[in-house]
């Protein structure tokens, strides 16, 4: 199986590509971010967004797409962008065929480190070492995806459903 997790944003997109291997070990594939220039309008944004994370589906077909779920934060501006970036994200999802699954903040931190309220130096760390990387994945919004693609590892044996949920 193989999982594209994404750290959702419209300035920087976190994503990691994981892999389980045929012995069950779970492997890096690809790890990064998509970056957009906050001096292009939203729509244009949008677009990058949505032509970079196509790119990934396309590039390493994955069998499943994770993201982290929209949360209300104390900017509501800043939801609302949030909202619209990962409209898009699972817009190509959708249309690449992969199946969606959404994980909250807490879960992701819960399932990688132990607790629901680790700093982001704890979940780079974690991921580390749950791949047996000699460093945490740099920059943190890329170790962050790779910390949403775990997670569906670790979930996925719950789910009852052959087809994750949308």
Known sequence: MKVLGIDPGTAILGFGVVERAPRGALA?????????????ALPVRLEQLFVGVTSLLHRHRPDVLAIESAFVGKNV???????HA???ILLAAQQAGVGIAEYS????KKAVVGKGSAMKAQVGYMVAQRLRLTAPPSPADAADGV?????????APILTSAKVPA
């Open 105 to 108: 903040p807490s879960t992701i």
């Open 147 to 155: 910390a949403i693609a775990l997670t569906h590892f670790m979930a």
């Open 77 to 83: 501006r800043t939801t609302m962008v949030l909202s």
């Open 86 to 88: 990962r409209g898009v």
């Open 28 to 40: 890096l594939l690809e790890c990064g971010v998509l970056r957009t220039s906050a001096r292009d």
